[in-house]
């Protein structure tokens, strides 16, 4: 470690926001993975560019597992990040991968972690997705009747019982969630009044029942309304237990942790949905002996260990106003212009791998022809010049993947692990 030469940063050096730390070398250069920026940035091949911090990742899951009780599996939902080298380092980690396609199945398989410990979710899965999961051993969430019939097919064709939850479209909203995805007419999951019919159904066809995954939303703050989905999803389950075909052994929870994106934002508070989930696992004990309790977490375990950092092209004066424009923008990270389903655009917080004695206020935006094309709407910085690299902090989570990577045919972004 070379820790010695990286002054410790308060939270405010981070772009004066609520957000993890991270250190700062006395010139001003961030690190990363232990190593100047400007030195990371060279070693994966230059910007733009996105870096995850291994370090970082290891000690967000470390943290959790120290707060949640043992019982408590913990899944990575790698929608958040597929990055190979990303999924095969939670594989290391976590206890489980839930997967959305067949395309990130291969992904979790590769990665190491037993098929046994991989599921898939999704509205719309393919037969040949389902074939593929069947076939390689993985639980299937299903979420549809559809799929009842596939699955009894599948399982048919190949001589083997397809391992099934199902899904729930819950009969509540996750109150405070950035996205809410159950709670009335919803594409995902089986509406909850209809799951002893499902559960019927897959008696009857001999299906390998294994338990309920309940996923209410996602990017949630608020401690008690996790708590409280949480909480009512238990109660739903256990109001199904006479209707399933076997006990059930396992119950997804869902997860739904966020993190701070802005000034204004609060950490949620970990330690007390951990409390709830240890009431929830000492009631299992007795009321569902045989289910393990799983909580399936995409953007909290990997959004605050990533950047995303680019190269300013130019820096333009437009009528008093000033804009940083840099060789990447919205097409490699579009949750951070504000048009990945927020209501309000509010700034990511990102700052200059520079230190100057004066500060000035700044757009900072990429090369598209496009005014949504903006990655900070008058933010106060540290003076750049072309040639500077800017950092986009809590990019580690919905950034590359999730990102119109095609629009205007601009070069594409590097994504490593460091
Ligand atoms: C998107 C999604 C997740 C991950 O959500 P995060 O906010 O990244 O934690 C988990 N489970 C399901 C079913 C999802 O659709």
Redesign the pocket.
Known sequence: MTETTASVPTSQETAGMAIAPWPRQADGQWRVGDRPLSRVVAEVGGTPCYLLDRRRVTARVAELRQLLPDCIRIHY?M??NPLPALVCHMASLVDGI?V?SGGEMRVALDSGMPARHISF??PGKSEAELMQAVAAGILL?IESFREVDLLTRASDALGIAARVAV?VNLPFELRGS??K?SGGARP?GVDAERVPELLRQIGERQLGFEGF?L?A????LRAEAIIEAQTQSYALVLGWLDACPVAPVTLNL?????IPYAAQDKRLDVPAVADNLDALAQRARREMPDAHLAI??????V?EAGLYVARVIDRKVSRGDVFLVLDGGMHHHLAASGNFGQVIRRNYPVAINRRTADHETVSVVGPLCTPLDLLADRAELDVAEAGDLVVVFQSG??GRSASPRGFLSHPDVIEALV
């Open positions: 939902a929608k958040a839930d959305a979710a999704g969430n899904r950035g996205m995805m995902f995954h996923f939303g996602s990017q949630n869902g997860g739904g942790f966020g399936e977490l995409g953007r909290y375990l959004g989570a919905y």
